[in-house]
């Protein structure tokens, strides 16, 4: 089963980065003609998102899990370099075991912190593509492992991840993202250490106004004409 889920993640990022990269060409061509920056023109100040991604381990955990992350994320894009985007993001990754005979045991929750940086380029006015690279604590919470308390363990987080954007306007955006993630242990606890691959969805909101509203474009005619004074 894990074999076949990875098949498809695996075929999913093939089509959409041939379907980036057909884009990629076309817009090129449009952006050439037209004397747009895309990634200027339609920049924003500050963003604020949600992601969820379902992950599966790289490495044998002796049973199967379910595995599902869920997070907030805050980001910034350089006002002078738009491409860069430092963030911050926070989450919790849930470990469900499915073990027939203990099911609940070691059942646990990786709670965490990142912070890291995205590359991202819209090749277009309505889509983007990009990647993104952050680091990280976790804080693993295990409820069941000990009968008589709960027992924890901090662990360092590593993060990979791609992103294919379309942008129905300019204050949303919706994202799949393809992520590799690794997670490391500092107590003896070592059984979850490892690499996860999933691919998830995530939705933005920018703040800032829309260039091509009917505001901002006779503002700008305005200011062509000389008719704002300072």
Sequence with gaps: MKKIVLRLQAIIICVFLFAGIGTIAFSQEIEQKAAINFNTFYQFPFSIGVNYQNLSPLSDYGEDYAINDFSFFALYPLPKLPLIQPFIQAGAVRFDSRDRDNPDKWDHTHFYGLVGAAYTNRVSKNFELGGDL?????????????????????????????????????????????????????????????????????GSYRFGKDPDSPQAIIRSIRFEKGEIQP
């Design 134 to 202: 952050s680091v990280g604590i976790s804080e693993a919470v295990f409820k069941n492992i000990d009968p008589e308390a709960t027992r924890g363990a901090v662990g360092l987080i590593l993060s990979l991840g791609g992103k294919v954007a379309l942008n129905p306007s300019y204050n949303m955006s919706l994202d799949v993202r393809p992520s590799l993630k690794y997670i490391r242990s500092f107590s003896p606890l070592t059984k979850f250490n490892g690499f996860l691959f999933g691919i998830g969805f995530s």
